[in-house]
Every structure is written in structure tokens, then in C-alpha cells.
């Protein structure tokens, strides 16, 4: 019992406690840090500043790897352990290792290859293997997306081969307007081109004037007008539902009836 208590009390073993305890306390403050940067600029990031904030995360993930490798190499020392001789000693447990660092440098080529190529960054909405949402975060192993629901899934880098960037190109926001046929048709455009008027500087994701796209569908005594808008990428929700809450306002006041 004695000898056990002595050993703990080692400054071998108190050394290497220290040692882990403060890697993991600058890691933590690393990371909190960064973390709070990153939230704070990514909702106005432009695609380069995302590519900027995706490295940034990437760097944590470095940093945490770095951090525990540097802490096993200094424990070995501390006890006189040769880094070399304790791989050659671990048999079989060393050669699975070797494995999962295989793996760990494929993930990590990959993830560099995800940033160059620039397929996604933080804060962009994909679709990963049938899992549509935002990217959180694109890490030295893995990438984090979170849904719609916000759960949140995570994908081996190396295994990501099929992926849907709706961020990447300019969204259209749609809207269709339904009349009675017997709806005159002059009045209607007419209440279109004002309603164009009206829409003008209230749709902050717009990046086009709105335009009539004239008569859509014209048949079983129903008359469907479109029109269109070119907008941020996935925004074209938020433009639609301003468009339809403008025309609503100017048929009511024009006694037009929607079918």
C-alpha cells in the first residue's frame, strides 16, 4: 500500500498529470475561443471569409491532434521511454495504431482537399449522402451538418464522395398566382406591374429586379401568372413569402380574387 501511494506521489507520475491537465486547459481555451469567433462571423461571411473560417476549424481539429501527440511524446520522456522501442513493444496493438493513423491521414487529406476544391465550407447548406443541412464545422477527421430539426450528423472525410452545395449558386424564388379565367386579364397584368413597383427595395436577399414572366397556364376555367426572382443562395423561401404577402395587400385593395 505503501509503495503504491509513493508511486502516485512520484513527480514522475504528478509531472505527467500536469502535464495533461494544462494540454487540455490551453486546448479547451483554444478552442472556446475560436469557436465564438467563428459563430460571430459567420453569418455575414462571404465565400472567401468561409473558406477562411473552414480552415480556422480545421486548425482546432490540427491543434487538438498536435496537443496529445506532443503530450505521449513527453510522457515517454519523462520516464525514459523511446518513443521507437514503445512502438516496438506494443506488437499487435502497435500495428492497429498504425492503422488508425492510416485512416486518420486519409480523413485528413481529404478534409484539405474539401477546402482547396472548396466543395464546402462552414456555414454552407449541403446534402451529404441523402442528409440535407448546414455545415457547423469540417474538422481533421470528420465534418459536422446539422438539419433543419437539429440533429446532427457526422461524416468520415474520406468517405464523402457524393455532395449537393446549394450555397454555391444563386437561388430563384417563384411565385404563381392563380385567377378565375373569367378575371380580366389587362387588369390583372396591370396589378402585376404594380406589385413590381411595390416590391422594390423590400426584399433584402433579391440580387434582380422581380419580373413578370406573363400567362403560365391558361385552362379549366383557371388563368396562373408567374413571377420570378433571382436571390441569395437558399433565400428564396423568405422572398416568396414577402411577394405573396405584398400581393395579397394589393388585391385586396383592388377587389382581386385568388384562386
Keep these: 500500500m505503501g509503495k503504491a501511494i509513493e508511486v502516485i506521489l512520484s513527480s514522475k507520475v504528478v509531472g505527467s498529470i500536469i502535464i495533461v491537465l494544462i494540454s487540455i486547459v490551453v486546448f479547451l481555451i ?3 475561443s475560436t469557436l465564438k469567433y467563428i459563430a460571430k462571423k459567420r453569418r455575414r461571411a462571404d465565400l472567401r471569409q468561409k473558406k477562411r473560417l473552414t480552415i480556422l476549424n480545421l486548425c482546432i481539429s490540427i491543434v487538438k491532434y498536435v496537443i496529445f501527440i506532443t503530450d505521449i511524446v513527453i510522457i515517454l520522456g519523462i520516464f525514459d521511454i523511446k518513443v521507437t522501442a514503445f512502438l516496438a513493444g506494443l506488437g499487435i496493438f502497435g500495428i492497429v495504431i498504425g492503422l488508425a493513423l492510416q485512416d486518420l491521414l486519409k480523413d485528413f487529406i481529404a478534409g484539405l482537399f474539401i477546402i482547396l476544391d472548396t466543395q464546402y465550407s462552414v456555414g454552407d447548406f449541403v446534402c451529404i449522402d441523402d442528409f440535407k ?9 470528420t465534418t459536422k451538418v446539422r438539419d433543419y430539426g437539429g440533429d446532427i450528423r457526422m461524416f468520415s472525410n474520406r468517405t464523402i464522395t457524393d455532395i449537393v452545395n446549394y450555397s454555391q449558386s444563386n437561388s ?7 385567377f378565375s379565367s373569367d378575371e380580366n386579364l389587362l387588369k390583372l397584368e396591370d396589378a402585376m406591374k404594380e406589385l413590381i413597383k411595390r416590391l422594390d427595395g423590400k426584399l433584402p436577399d433579391a440580387i434582380s429586379k422581380v419580373q ?5 397556364e391558361y385552362k379549366d ?7 420570378t426572382c433571382d436571390v441569395k443562395p437558399l433565400k428564396q423561401y ?10 395579397k395587400i394589393l388585391f385586396d385593395e383592388r377587389d382581386i380574387k385568388i384562386k
Design 212 to 216: 413578370y414572366k406573363g400567362v403560365e
Design 221 to 227: 376555367s383557371k388563368l396562373v401568372l408567374k413571377l
Design 30 to 32: 483554444i478552442k472556446e
Design 238 to 247: 423568405k422572398t416568396e413569402n414577402i411577394i405573396l404577402r405584398e400581393a
Design 133 to 141: 443541412g448546414e455545415v457547423i464545422a469540417v474538422g481533421l477527421k
Design 172 to 178: 430563384k424564388a417563384v411565385v404563381m398566382f392563380t
